[in-house]
C-alpha cells in the first residue's frame, strides 16, 4: 500500500457552520463555506497542493503546516513563507503571544506582501486572516506563489459555493454566490489560443466591428423568439438567452425542467451558464476553455468568445435543416 502523503495525514477534518445569529453583529456579513464545497475535490486539491508547498519551503526551518485554516492566522508561518520567498528581513517580533501583538505582527507581514505583489486589488484583509477566514488565507497564498513559484502546479478554474450571512433587524439573511480561487493556467491559454485572442491581439481596432457583427447575427437568430440583445457584455450573464440562443442555432429543444428560466441566485445563473457551455462542447463549436463564472461576472472577453465561436461556425455553414430535434445528452 502506499504511504499517505503529508497532506492526508496532517489536516484535519472539519465541518463549519453559519455563525449563529447572536455572534453576528447588526449590519455585519460574513462569509462561510458549505460543507459540499468543503468537500469539492479541486477545492480539496488546491490545499493540498498549497499545503505541501509551504511544508516544502519551510522544511529547513523544521515548521510544519496541519491546517491552512486554523495555522496561518498569526502571522508566524506567513513571516518565515515571505522571508523565503521574497529574500527580505522583516523588521517584526519573531514570536507574538498576545492577540494584540499577533494582529500587529500579521499587518507588517501582509503589508510587505501587497508591496511585493503589486496587484489592483486583493481579496484578503488583516481582519480577515486573523479570523481564520479561509477563502481570504487562499487567495493570498494562491497570490503568493503565482508570484513567486509560477510553476507551481495549482489546479485551474477552482471555484466554490459561498454563503454570505448578514444580521438584519428581522434575522439572518443568507445569499448565495460562486467564489473563484483559480484562473486558467497560462500554458492552457497558450496552447488553445484561437482565433478570437489574435483578433485581441493583432487587430484591436477591428473588435467593435466584430461585436456589431455578432450581435445582429445574435438579433436574427433570436428574434423569432420576440428577443433582443441590446448589450452583450451584461445580457448573457446569467444563461438564459445564451441558451435559447443555442437552441435556436443548433436547432433542438431545451426543456424547462433542464435550466432556470428566471434564475434568483448566482448559483442558478452558474447552473445556466455552465449548461450552455457543456451543449457548446458537445457540438463541437468551443474548444477554447471558458469559465462559466467569467460568463456569470459579466466577463466581455469571455462573453464574446463563445458569441464568436457560434458566429463563426454558423456564417460559414448556414443550417439546412430547420426541423427541430431534441437536445443533445
Known amino acids: 500500500m502506499e504511504p499517505e ?115 489592483d486589488q486583493v481579496k484578503w484583509s488583516m481582519d480577515a486572516i486573523f479570523n481564520k477566514d479561509l477563502l481570504a488565507t487562499l487567495h493570498l497564498l494562491v497570490a503568493l506563489a503565482e508570484r513567486f513559484q509560477p510553476k507551481l502546479p495549482l489546479p485551474a478554474n477552482v471555484q466554490v459555493e459561498v ?5 438584519t433587524k428581522s434575522g439572518l439573511k443568507s445569499e448565495k454566490s460562486v467564489e473563484r480561487l483559480t484562473e486558467c493556467r497560462s500554458g492552457e491559454e497558450q496552447a488553445g489560443g484561437d482565433v478570437f485572442d489574435e483578433l485581441l491581439r493583432l487587430a484591436p481596432e477591428k473588435v467593435s466591428a466584430v461585436k456589431e457583427a455578432i450581435v445582429n447575427f445574435v438579433n436574427q437568430k433570436l428574434d423569432r423568439l420576440g428577443l433582443s440583445v441590446q448589450n452583450p457584455d451584461t445580457q448573457f450573464a446569467d444563461g438564459v438567452i445564451l441558451l435559447l440562443l443555442i437552441g435556436q442555432v443548433q436547432g433542438f429543444f431545451l426543456h424547462l425542467k433542464e435550466f432556470y428560466l428566471t434564475p434568483n441566485s448566482p448559483a442558478e445563473m452558474l447552473h445556466n451558464v455552465t449548461l450552455a457551455l457543456e451543449l457548446l462542447k458537445d457540438e463541437g463549436l468551443l474548444t477554447f476553455p471558458v469559465s462559466p463564472e467569467d460568463i456569470v461576472n459579466k466577463d466581455t472577453k469571455s462573453t464574446l468568445r463563445v458569441l464568436y465561436s457560434l458566429f463563426c461556425k454558423h456564417k460559414l455553414k448556414e443550417s439546412t435543416d430547420g426541423v427541430p430535434h431534441a437536445s443533445p445528452n
Open 5 to 119: 502523503s503529508l497532506y492526508n495525514l496532517l489536516q484535519l477534518p472539519k465541518e463549519v457552520g453559519p455563525p449563529p445569529e447572536e455572534e453576528l453583529p447588526q449590519g455585519e456579513k460574513k462569509k462561510y463555506l458549505p460543507p459540499t464545497s468543503r468537500r469539492d475535490p479541486k477545492f480539496e486539491e488546491l490545499q493540498k497542493v498549497l499545503m505541501e508547498w509551504i511544508n516544502a519551503e519551510l522544511l529547513p526551518e523544521h515548521i510544519v503546516v496541519r491546517s491552512l485554516e486554523e495555522d496561518m492566522f498569526d502571522g508566524l508561518i506567513l513571516h518565515h513563507l515571505f522571508q523565503k520567498l521574497a529574500g527580505v528581513k522583516l523588521d517584526v517580533e519573531e514570536i507574538a503571544l498576545t492577540a494584540t501583538s499577533q494582529r500587529r505582527k500579521l499587518e507588517v507581514v501582509l503589508g510587505a506582501a501587497d508591496r511585493h505583489l503589486q496587484l
Open 163 to 167: 454563503i454570505t450571512m448578514e444580521r
